[in-house]
């Protein structure tokens, strides 16, 4: 699945996201002492989507640029020079080729270092 995000804010998404929480426990529809990750997460405009497993920036900048700010907690980042315009079947290969060799931890201590 590809995600291209077009005038599009990770903080606005959030914030409306959280306005319709809020509005929901003013109106008595939900109690504040239930609401975790899983409500937030189903009030993003991601909701029936899976978090993304790998987030390719071109251009060879090194930050999220307000993408998806929520659902990249665990995302793994690959960085390339290549500009988006030139961005190719060869260089969507060469970001899997290096996904595939990463340890996903989700959050979690490397089996490596845990030893």
Do not use: C
Request: proline share 3%; no cysteine; charged share 25%.
């Amino acid at each position: 699945m590809l995600n291209v995000a077009i005038n599009y804010g990770g903080r606005n998404e959030i914030v409306r996201a959280v306005r319709t929480i809020a509005r929901k426990v003013a109106e008595g529809q939900l109690a504040p002492e239930v609401i975790d990750e899983r409500t937030l997460q189903e009030h993003l405009d991601t909701a029936s989507l899976p978090d993304p497993d790998l987030l390719i920036r071109t251009g060879n900048e090194w930050r999220v640029s307000n993408f998806l700010l929520w659902q990249i907690a665990y995302t793994e980042l690959y960085v390339t020079t290549t500009l988006w315009p030139d961005f190719d079947k060869r260089e969507f290969l060469l970001a899997l080729l290096d996904y595939q060799h990463r340890e996903r931890r989700f959050g979690g201590v490397s089996h490596v270092a845990a030893r």
